[in-house]
């Protein structure tokens, strides 16, 4: 979708810190870290809402977030995943936070 910000980053088109590209996910690090490693797993596929991605475009999502999560060294992490402006859900393109949560005052989240 042209719009939009994360198909942009998908294209190269907006500058990211890519962290894993496949055929069919992205994922980057958040431009407004909540604690240090404060990720973000995208389809490729653009969809606003986790319902309006087909299944098949979401198989690697948790693995990815997994393999993230290991390589920054969070052992305490929340994955966050919000549909909906109500939901707080700013950016309508489906996306997973992957959330350190460190055990010191460092993190801010
Ligand atoms: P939401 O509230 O929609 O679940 O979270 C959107 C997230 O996208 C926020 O944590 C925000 O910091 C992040 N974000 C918004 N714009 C950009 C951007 O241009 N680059 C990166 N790397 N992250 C962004
Ligand atoms: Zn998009």
């Known amino acids: 979708m ?4 994360f198909c ?3 294209k190269g088109e907006i500058p990211s810190m890519k962290l894993f590209e496949s055929e069919k996910i992205f994922a980057f690090l958040d431009i407004s870290p909540l604690s240090k490693g404060h990720s973000l797993i ?3 596929y653009h969809g606003a809402k986790l319902h309006d991605i ?4 979401l198989h690697e999502i ?3 977030a ?3 999560a290991i390589a920054v060294g969070a052992e305490d992490y929340n994955i966050l995943q919000n549909n909906g402006r109500i939901a707080h859900q700013l950016v309508d393109h489906v996306h ?3 959330i350190p ?3 010191d005052t460092e993190g801010l989240g």
């Open 101 to 103: 949560k460190p055990n």
């Open 66 to 68: 997994k393999k993230i």
């Open 96 to 98: 997973f936070h992957m």
């Open 54 to 57: 087909p299944d098949d475009q």
């Open 42 to 44: 995208i389809p490729k």
């Open 2 to 5: 042209a719009a939009c910000i």
């Open 62 to 64: 948790l693995p990815v």
């Open 8 to 10: 942009k980053i998908i």
